[in-house]
């Protein structure tokens, strides 16, 4: 039984400002509910850059591979509107939830992914015009970034332990 409860993980989703102002947070939301995937902790909010700062700091590899351009492009896109950020637990959710998502550069995204069925822009457009890539969601990337992350994101009494359906066949 410990080693199955090592299993179950609790990973960071947040719907960015055009996953918001599209309109499409709910079918963001039901695709991991659909695979068993439940919602522990889930707030909308409009952070301050001292909170995305902290969220972004390993500044140091997002500058390697884009540039320091990129990550204050990135930074401006997030603040410019509310976020949804939800916290899901489950078998193995930090990359299902990955799965589910697809690579951050939504040019580069399958079909069947968030990221290949709602969005479409590459890093060169994003950043000849000089915008962060608006690609709907950040997932936590490891078990112990989820952990960072959400602790950044949610107080303690802002998640929730329950039963689910899903938890008859899964624990």
């Given amino acids: 039984m410990g080693k199955e409860k090592d299993l179950i993980e609790r990973s960071l989703v ?19 509910e659909r695979v068993g995937l439940k919602i522990v902790g889930m707030k909308m909010v409009m952070p301050s850059e001292d909170i995305y700062r902290a969220h972004y700091e390993d500044i140091g590899k997002m500058i390697t591979r884009r540039g320091e351009s990129a990550y204050h492009y990135n930074v401006t896109y997030m603040m410019s509107g509310p976020v949804i950020a939800i916290v899901f637990e489950g078998v193995e959710a930090v990359p299902l939830i990955r799965k589910i998502v697809g690579p951050t550069e939504p040019k580069s995204a399958e079909m069947g992914t968030i990221r290949g069925d709602f969005s479409h822009m590459s890093f060169g457009y994003s ?13 936590s990337g490891s078990v112990d970034e989820a952990k960072k992350e959400i602790a950044l ?12 359906l899903n938890e008859k066949y899964t624990r």
């Fill in 14 to 32: 947040i719907c960015k400002p055009d996953a918001v102002q599209r309109g499409i947070v709910g079918e963001i939301l039901q695709r991991f």
């Fill in 153 to 164: 994101w949610f107080k303690e009494d802002e998640l929730y332990d329950y039963s689910d």
């Fill in 127 to 139: 950043d000849a015009k000089g915008i962060g890539v608006p690609n709907l969601v950040h997932a």
